[in-house]
């Protein structure tokens, strides 16, 4: 495995815009977050026989006496991989969730290396026993007699107007399962690697995408690499307020960062890039640093990623804090329909600015 | 019909008593002594288990219910490693750590109790799945009770192994109840004919007759290893105990289960069915009975002395290793 220097992740907020159709899998100086994780997909099933992709419309057109291959996935990420591997491995489904899930489950304990499509994240209520009682307790309530490495891919997030039952971001109800393991790439090159690290991981993984992120684009290596689960990037170093953000809230976090570097507020952005298991060890050695912490989540807010770390640093750092932690969270409500109501429901660059500048003036005063 | 040879009966009958003398004697002991956590026992469906796993082989895999004991014994997992994880010890089959509703044995295809009603359906569907796509010529087999048979789960995972023709099996366990209720009035329809509708065989079984149900799964498993998929089981038995040991069990008329025992033991059957033939001897069955009776002694005393596991096995086996 090469070791590869990880790119700091650019600044620019990507486009909202949902694509249905999938970009070519072909290789250009900078690929899309969709790209990254298709090439993922693809050069893990030239390695290894045993990998299926499933799910719903993930070619598209089973059936049907039309054209194949029509989607490649709701968001195109897997466009393509069914002319090169075929209908025993790139496995339309019914639209039943439970047994999709349940069934890349089985398959993961008797030989297979599943890959699964959940197509919204909104639909883990379909299969939640899946994920809640079956998959995550294999290992340990077996005493350790099997393993499920199993990868789920699911799309989360607002910010494309489709409203309370397609836009939620439900990683921190996976996240307080044990057995299970949670990731939430932020950028194409994370994307990839954590992709690739999930696949090869012998535990169940629920891979986060965000729905804003497919068309962000950034440098990817063309060989296959991993990036190891529970290793925190820390994406830009300041001295004065740590920002904790995951998925789409990094790019965020780092517009609000820069605007305060103009302002002589100087900021750390750490992507935790995984919610479980967590790096606890890069949030709390840079809050010691710093003294100050806000975390930007796009969850809401109770019982929450955001609150967990809140609850760490309060635990294990009291004493480096100079400033009461502050959280940037959707609110406790729905994702509403009508976009003013939606921008207003969302973390964004203002709001995070608002929360740091609040705890540096608080501590100046 | 499959007719069983000697041999075949002769191991049926030892896994029906087996399993039926774990069972009593786990019966005892839970009202006597002081023993943790629920027990579903399955005295009186003896006859579904053993009839099912006889026909199967080590490339096949089985997904049982939170009544997983008789599946267990029939399958073939070690009656001491059961009995020990049954009470919670050291040396249990999955360390302590499933209890008597979250067995299993990957390594005998036992690939998992389940708590959950319906919870394993979807799961045989994988294991089916990887049996087609690997080319094993293994079978997947799912046992789900009556109320199971009304799961979403359950529906879903017919449909899904129907579709992709997966050599899966359901095998419903009727045993007349779920939980309390009636599975003849909470089971709309007819079993049979919910298999049909999802385009696969189903058959009534007499559950009480071993004979009848191998020669039923053996013809289900016929056709999953054809590659021509599912098929559905509709076992008809009873249970003689309550749902769960320590519970009401009123719903049933007085004397119903006694009537059974006189009436349709599935291991009384069987051993007047064999011995009447004359080729096997009440004397050789006294045998089996005898060598049940000391193995499973000999289990209990072993759990009942054998410590618990240590707390350091609090934290194991979470992941694959700690994070």
Redesign the interface.
């Known amino acids: 495995m090469p070791t590869l220097d990880q790119p700091k992740t650019s600044s620019t907020i990507s486009s909202h815009s949902m694509q249905k159709e999938g970009a070519p899998l072909r290789r250009k100086a900078r690929i899309s977050y969709r790209a990254a994780l298709g090439e993922a997909l693809a050069q893990e099933m030239r390695r290894d026989p045993?990998i299926?992709i499933m799910g719903e419309d993930i070619a598209g057109g089973m059936g049907a006496p039309g054209q194949q291959d029509t989607w490649g996935g709701a968001f195109g990420v897997t466009k393509g991989l069914l002319g090169e591997f075929g209908r025993?491995?790139v496995?339309d489904?019914?639209l039943?969730e439970?047994?999709?899930?349940?069934?890349?489950?089985?398959?993961?304990?008797?030989?297979?290396r599943?890959v699964a499509e959940l197509m919204f994240n909104n639909f883990i209520g379909v299969c939640m026993?899946?994920l809640l009682?079956?998959a995550p307790?294999?290992?340990?309530?077996?005493?350790?007699?099997?393993?499920t490495p199993v990868t789920i891919r699911t799309v989360y997030g607002a910010g494309i107007r489709v409203a309370a039952q397609h836009s939620s971001a439900y990683h921190s109800i996976l996240t307080h399962i044990?057995?299970l393991?949670v990731v939430m790439p932020s950028s194409p090159f994370d994307a990839k690697g954590l992709l690739i690290a999930s696949i090869r991981?012998?535990?169940p993984v629920i891979f986060f995408e965000h729905i804003g992120l497919f068309d962000k684009e950034g440098e990817v290596p063309e060989e296959p690499y991993t990036i190891p689960l529970?290793e925190a990037n820390v994406v830009r170093e300041g001295t004065d307020v740590t920002i904790v953000a995951f998925g789409r809230m990094v790019d965020l976090s780092i517009a609000a960062a820069n605007s305060l570097q103009t302002q002589g507020i100087s900021c750390t952005v750490i992507d935790p890039r995984t919610t479980?298991?967590?790096d606890e060890e890069t949030i709390l050695e840079s809050v010691a640093d710093t003294g100050r912490l806000v975390v930007v989540d796009e969850g809401n807010p109770r019982c929450s990623i955001a609150t967990d770390i809140a609850a760490l640093v309060a635990a294990k750092a009291f004493d480096a804090l100079r400033a009461p932690v502050q959280m940037v969270t959707a609110p406790h409500c729905h994702v509403p329909f009508a976009p003013v109501l939606e921008d207003a429901y969302l973390p964004n660059p203002e709001k995070i600015e608002t929360a740091v500048r609040s705890i540096v003036r608080a501590a100046r005063a | 019909m499959i007719e069983l040879d000697r041999d075949q009966l002769i191991s049926a009958y030892r896994i029906m008593k087996t399993i039926r003398v774990f069972e009593d004697r786990l019966a005892v002991e839970a009202a006597t002594t002081a023993m943790a956590g629920p027990l579903h026992l399955y005295s009186g469906e003896e006859a579904s288990a053993a009839g099912v796993c006889m026909n199967l082989d080590a490339r096949d895999?089985i997904?049982s219910t939170h009544r997983p004991h008789g599946h267990c014994i029939a399958r073939g997992l070690d009656i001491k490693a059961l009995m020990l994880e049954i009470y919670g010890r050291e040396g249990?089959?999955?360390?302590?750590?499933?209890g008597s509703m979250?067995?299993?044995?990957?390594?005998l295809g036992l690939?998992?109790a389940?708590?959950?009603v319906g919870?394993?359906?979807?799961?045989?569907?994988?294991?089916a799945?990887?049996?087609a796509?690997?080319k094993?010529g293994g079978v997947?087999v799912g046992f789900v009770g009556d109320g199971g048979s009304n799961t979403?789960?359950f529906l879903?995972?017919l449909?899904?192994a129907s579709?992709?023709k997966l050599p899966a099996i359901f095998v419903i366990e009727d045993n007349g109840f779920a939980e309390t209720i009636a599975s003849s009035w909470a089971c709309a329809g007819d079993h049979v004919k919910r298999a049909e509708g999802f385009g696969m065989p189903g058959r009534r079984v007499d559950g009480f007759n071993v004979c009848d149900v191998y020669d039923a799964a053996h013809e289900a498993v016929a056709r999953a290893r054809r590659g021509e998929g599912p098929s559905l089981l509709d076992v008809k038995l009873e249970r003689y105990y309550p749902h769960e040991q320590g519970i009401s069990d009123a719903m049933r008329l007085p004397n119903h289960v006694a009537w059974l025992k006189a009436n349709s033991d599935p291991i009384t059957l069987l051993r007047t069915k064999i011995t009447s033939a004359g080729e096997i001897s009440e004397s050789e069955l006294s045998a089996i009975d005898k060598a049940v009776d000391v193995l499973i002694d000999e289990a209990v005393a072993k759990a009942q002395s054998a410590p618990p596991p240590p707390v350091s096995e609090l934290l194991?086996?979470?992941?694959?290793a700690y994070?």
């Open positions: 045993t299926v025993d491995r496995m489904t019914p039943q439970s047994a999709i899930i349940g069934a890349a489950i089985g398959a993961a304990s008797n030989g297979l599943p026993d899946q009682n079956q307790k294999f290992r340990y309530m077996f005493g350790g007699k099997l393993s044990p057995g393991k991981d012998d535990d529970g479980s298991p967590l | 895999r997904y249990g089959i999955c360390n302590a750590k499933g979250h067995l299993a044995d990957p390594a690939m998992g389940n708590g959950i919870g394993g359906m979807p799961l045989v569907c994988g294991a799945l990887a049996a796509r690997l094993t997947a979403g789960q879903e995972s449909n899904f579709v992709f194991t086996d979470v992941y694959h994070p």
